[in-house]
């Protein structure tokens, strides 16, 4: 079946260091990809999408590329600040209204 | 918009009491999904709505859980009697569904329900 596999938290970094949050799937047919965010106390919001292979989703300094030779959709920001501090969500969709999420990877950034 | 809401924010109760939460869609989203989201067991599916009509309950855990949509703005969860087990954090999300501006699906989360049985 479907499934989403992201990398365990929690992830702790200084501000202004490289960020790298790994997300692999599994999927029949051809999934959107997607990365939400959950700030403390809120819900999840949309950070960013890719629709099809080799496409690059980006929002607020976050990247991620949507590899479909190695079924991965990593998130990516070259310099995090306080204010990224959140949890992660990978999530896939292959149609049908249910979206796959991962089990969140838990972000804190250091002043 | 307002967005998603969800009522109440928190919610104190005792084992063994009816718990009921509450949740308004965005305006013209045809879909609305009630998640849990709780440590050990990460975010859960627990039932979808399709233009108020339930479409897969299979995440609701016991049928102490049930929900509702009377209409297109108004969705209810309730659980009675409720048990310390179900402590959690519990989402109503909605979504215009696949067409338009936003043909992902992508949802819509309200700010969620805290939910602790004592």
């Known amino acids: ?111 | 918009d307002a967005g998603v809401i969800q009522s109440p924010r928190h919610e104190v109760t005792e084992m063994g009491q009816e718990v009921t939460l509450r949740c308004k869609p965005i305006s013209g989203h045809d879909y609305l999904f009630w998640y849990r989201q709780t440590m050990m067991r990460g975010l859960e599916l627990l039932i979808y709505f399709n233009n108020n009509v339930p479409i897969d309950d299979s995440g609701m855990p016991e049928d102490r859980f049930s929900a509702k949509m009377p209409n297109a703005s108004f969705s209810t969860l309730k659980i009675q009697p409720s048990e310390p087990r179900d402590s959690a954090v519990y989402f109503c999300a909605s979504s215009p569904g696949t067409s338009g501006e936003y043909p992902y699906n992508e949802q819509f989360f309200g700010p969620g329900t805290r939910l602790t049985v004592l």
């Not at chain 1, 079924?71 to 600040?81: A, C, D, I």
């Open chain 1, 1 to 111: 079946g479907n499934s989403v596999t992201q990398m365990e938290g929690p992830v702790t970094l200084s501000e202004e260091a490289f960020l790298t949050i790994n997300c692999t799937y599994t999927a029949t047919g051809y999934p959107s990809l997607f990365w939400y965010v959950q700030y403390p106390g809120e819900g999840l919001q949309l950070l960013l999408k890719a629709t099809k292979a080799d496409d690059k989703g980006s929002n607020k300094g976050f990247e991620a590329t949507y590899r479909k030779e190695t079924t991965s959709f990593h998130l990516e920001k070259g310099s995090v600040q306080v204010s990224d501090s959140a949890v992660y969500f990978c999530a896939l969709y292959t149609g049908g209204f249910k979206t796959i999420f991962g089990a969140g990877t838990r972000l804190f950034v250091k002043a």
